[in-house]
């Protein structure tokens, strides 16, 4: 005995445009009967959040799979899996295709040399599977667009409930993150963290999806814009600021990688109000109380 629940989509044309489509999502427990061995042409994750089963790769090869884990079913990979038949699994999988795909799996989300992957904890994808459940009502005149959003946030926790990365995120991209701005060369940062250059663009590509320049250089440049947008400092200090002694350098490179030069891009963004700038993450669940002003004033 078992039970699915299963829908389908065919988003139009102009949904496909945004890069990530959901073509399905489902939910099913029990003692499922073997799926395959088959091919697809689109992406399927599949979440197991209770039981064990087994994954049969193209090569022969057998893998046991143990919740919680994901299966990455990728297009043109034949594939063979299902749970035990004694004790079944609890599931839940979304369907879905796009051009977005290949930056996810460049990035490292999605993993075709790797089907089965063990997760931390499956609540998060899970979760994000239940949404995209409940969008799949009849009638939903958002579905195409609401489903298709989810698959990206799906996709990111899936990443975040990856049993091989640490649930707070990596210490090495943390320190990195913290001296994103000292005027270090990546060797200089390898070195500082008794790596060495190839290992530190290991880790940072295996936990962040880029190069160790691209990840500071993403740091550097997030906080060259607030300083931008929220001091009036020159642009040589906001420079200095983020780890370029050249400003004319600096300058050309925010150029490059933004579209505008550092000037422009203040006099779009500027937003500097009195009370200063807060380097504190606020908490948009608890927006502070502003009293309204007495009457016939303000």
Known sequence: ???TWMRFFTPGPAHHRLGLVCLGVGLQ???????GPRTLDHHVAVVINTGAGWYLAPDGRRTTVTAPALLWLTPGIPHHYGPDPDSGWDEGFAVFAGPATTTYTELGYIE??????????????????GRIARAARRGNPLLEVETGAAVHELLVALRRARADLAPDGDPVLKALARDACLPLAVAEHAA???????ELRTAVRRGAGCSPKDYLLGIRLGRAKELLAATELPV????????????????????????????????????AVPGGWSNQVPDPDDPPMIEPSPAGQG
């Open 192 to 198: 500082r963290h008794g790596m060495t250059p190839a």
């Open 29 to 35: 427990y029990g003692a499922l009967p073997a799926v």
């Open 112 to 129: 075709p040399d790797r089907p089965v992957v063990p997760l931390s904890d499956a609540a998060g994808p899970r979760a994000v599977i």
């Open 236 to 271: 040589a200090a906001v420079a200095r600021r983020v780890g370029y002694d050249d400003p004319a350098y600096f300058s050309r490179l925010f150029t490059r990688r933004v579209g505008m030069p550092p000037v422009r891009f203040r006099a779009q963004q500027y937003r």
């Open 1 to 3: 005995m078992y039970h």
